[in-house]
């Protein structure tokens, strides 16, 4: 049990913002597919962890999240939501 000692010091901001990011995700998945809401989805939690490559971090949450789709789509036959990127993957 967290007592008020424990709360003040508890980081509010990231739960906050990653539970922000999660709705964000379950949101948009369906309009723009999962390759765009997953790049935002990690995109989103890379910062709310602290993450500040604002050059690096969109690139990788991008490659990771066409990496998930690819995997979970082809390979493992889940379908997941293309959105507008339906017909290019």
């Not at 739960?15 to 790049?39: D, E, N, R, T």
């Not at 969109?58 to 339906?86: D, E, R």
């Amino acid at each position: 049990m967290l007592t008020s000692e424990d709360a003040a010091s508890y980081p509010w901001r990231t739960v906050l913002l990653l539970a922000g990011v999660f709705l964000a995700f379950a949101v948009l998945v369906g309009p723009v597919g999962f390759p765009i809401a997953g790049a935002l989805l990690f995109w989103g939690a890379a910062f709310a962890l602290g993450s500040r490559h604002v050059d690096r971090d969109p690139l990788i949450a991008a490659a990771l999240s066409l990496v998930t789709y690819l995997v979970f789509n082809n390979l493992l036959g889940v379908p997941l939501p293309g959105g507008p990127l339906m017909g290019v993957l």
